[in-house]
Each structure stands twice: as structure tokens, then as C-alpha cells.
């Protein structure tokens, strides 16, 4: 009777804001991936996640962005699900504003114990990875006291913000947050300043890493496309041309050749002009995301 009674809760956590939001975010898509073939998806980090949106298009398409990822996880969740991609198979690579500077950081969140070989994590641990499977399996013994009441909490939010479009003024102060919490993060004073210490370190690792990630596709045959996605204005107009040069361009020029597709389209006037599009001043909502995904995909001519 305990064992039933327990499953069944279990079952119920499962269902749960804090089980798909919180501890495995962003995982059961790979769980429950099926057998056909896909013929587009994107990796990338957090803007990746909420960016891309391939329900309205005529081809298979998946997002398989996990938010927040590294360079070196995009590459080991590419390599360990390639056998589902078609032939030719399009690989569509968002990056951030400062991946330059963190991309190569060997790092994977522990939730993807749930979902790729142990061997592909960089300094897998068997006790993290035991961890993570039983949280997985038996969530009712993870489950935190108040995450009951948070769940709610969070569905009633989410149902009243869907639709919640900010201001100008609002949209400001979030860009301004964003762009602080970023030079907060990597130590930077000012966005055109020469890298040193650790993040020239990991700026030359991230170099070496997405030069090797173009030769997997090459070699593979797959059509590798390197997108900057796009922001709203409020963010896009804090970066001077010479932060995007420093932080982005050339990055970009020292890791790829001309065979690869890349697009900077952080202030394309498409999206960037339209507060409807977002959810903040970095992220699209869902509307514009599955615009954005079919924007892109017509502009390189996939659809």
C-alpha cells in the first residue's frame, strides 16, 4: 500500500512546476524524443530556449537549447544526438552578446545527467550523477516543503504574464539591468575593453571549441547557421560598435570562414522596434519566437 501510495505521489510531483521548471528544465524534450528524423534545430543557452519555436513551420524541427548551457555542452548534446538528424540536417547556432567569454567554460548544468551519457560531461561524478537519475526517478523525496504552495503560485503567475507586454520605460530599466548583471558576471567596466586574465583564456578556448564545432557539422554534412538573435532596442542600443566588435565580430572572424552561414540580427528592425514581439528586453515571447524562427528559416532559404 506505502509503495502505491507513493508512486502515485510521485506521479504527481512529476506533473509539477517545480519538477519541469525548476529541476529539470528544459529536460523532458529529451526524454521523450522520438524516432523521426529532424531536419532543423537550434542549440544555444538561454536565449536560445526561448527564441526558437519550430511548431508553425513545415519541417521537423526542434529546440534542443538548455538554458543556462556552455559552448562545450551544445557540442556534447550535438554529438550525442546526431543519429537523429537527417542527412544535411540544418544546425542552427544562437549565440549571446558575451559567449566570446564563457562559451569554453567546462561546465554542464547537473540536470543534463538526466538526459546524456555520463561519459559526454566534462568532469562527470558518479555521485552527482546518481543524484540527478534518483531525483528523476523518486521526485517526492527532492520535493522541497514549500513547492506545493510555490507551484500554484507560479501557474496563476504565468497564466496573468503570458500576455503582459512592457512598456518603453519598463523596457528601459530591464535593458539597463540586464547589460549591469552582464559586466557584474564577467568583470567587465566597459564592454571594448581588451580581454585579460580569465576571460582571454576562455575567449582563445572558445575560438579553438567553435572551430571544431564548424568542422563536426563540415564533416558530418551538416548546414551549420550562426545567428546573434534579436534583441529589443532598449538592450541592442547600449552596445556601441565597438563592444560588438570586441565582444562579438571578432570572435566570429577568428573562429569561422566564409563557408558558414552568420547572421548578427541582435538589432534587426523586424523585431527589435516591436515591444509586442518580447518578454523583456532580451527575450522573445512565444508569438515572437515562432516568428522569428520562420523569419529565419525563410531568410536562409530552408522554408
Known amino acids: 500500500m506505502k509503495a502505491y ?3 502515485k505521489l510521485d506521479a504527481f510531483v512529476k506533473k509539477s512546476y517545480w519538477y519541469n521548471e525548476v529541476a529539470f528544465k528544459d529536460c523532458r524534450k529529451f526524454w521523450e524524443l522520438d524516432k523521426n528524423e529532424i531536419e532543423v534545430v537550434n542549440l544555444g543557452s538561454s536565449s536560445g530556449v526561448y527564441d526558437f ?3 508553425a513551420i513545415p519541417l521537423k524541427g526542434m529546440n534542443w537549447a538548455i538554458a543556462p548551457q556552455s559552448m562545450v555542452g551544445d557540442f556534447a548534446i550535438l554529438k550525442q544526438y546526431e543519429s537523429r538528424l537527417k542527412k544535411g540536417a540544418t544546425i542552427i547556432y544562437p549565440l549571446c552578446p558575451f559567449t566570446s567569454i564563457s562559451g569554453a567554460e567546462e561546465y554542464v548544468e547537473d540536470r543534463c545527467y538526466s538526459f546524456m551519457n555520463y561519459e559526454m560531461i566534462p568532469h562527470a561524478h558518479y555521485i552527482r550523477y546518481a543524484k540527478v537519475m534518483q531525483m528523476k526517478e523518486n521526485p517526492l523525496l527532492f520535493y522541497p516543503l514549500m513547492a506545493f504552495a ?11 504574464g503570458q500576455n503582459e507586454i512592457m512598456d ?5 530599466r530591464n535593458a539597463e539591468t540586464i547589460l549591469c548583471g552582464w559586466k557584474k558576471q564577467f568583470k567587465l567596466d566597459n564592454l571594448s575593453q ?22 563536426f557539422c563540415k564533416k558530418s554534412g551538416y548546414r551549420l547557421v550562426i545567428v546573434i538573435p534579436p534583441m529589443h532596442k532598449a538592450l541592442a542600443s547600449l552596445f556601441l560598435s565597438s563592444d560588438i566588435e570586441n565582444l562579438i565580430d571578432g570572435f566570429i572572424r577568428s573562429s569561422i570562414d566564409d563557408s558558414v552561414e552568420y547572421y548578427n540580427m541582435m538589432d534587426d528592425k523586424q523585431f527589435s522596434e516591436d515591444s509586442s514581439f518580447f518578454i523583456n528586453s532580451y527575450y522573445l515571447n512565444k508569438r515572437g519566437a515562432k516568428e522569428y524562427t520562420n523569419y529565419l528559416l525563410k531568410k536562409i532559404q530552408l522554408i
Open 5 to 7: 501510495i507513493k508512486k
Open 53 to 55: 519555436d519550430y511548431s
Open 150 to 160: 510555490m507551484d500554484i503560485k507560479k501557474r496563476l503567475f504565468l497564466r496573468r
Open 168 to 172: 518603453n520605460q519598463q523596457l528601459k
Open 194 to 215: 581588451p580581454f585579460d586574465g580569465h576571460n582571454q583564456m576562455i575567449y582563445e578556448k572558445g575560438v579553438h571549441l567553435l572551430k571544431e564545432i564548424v568542422l
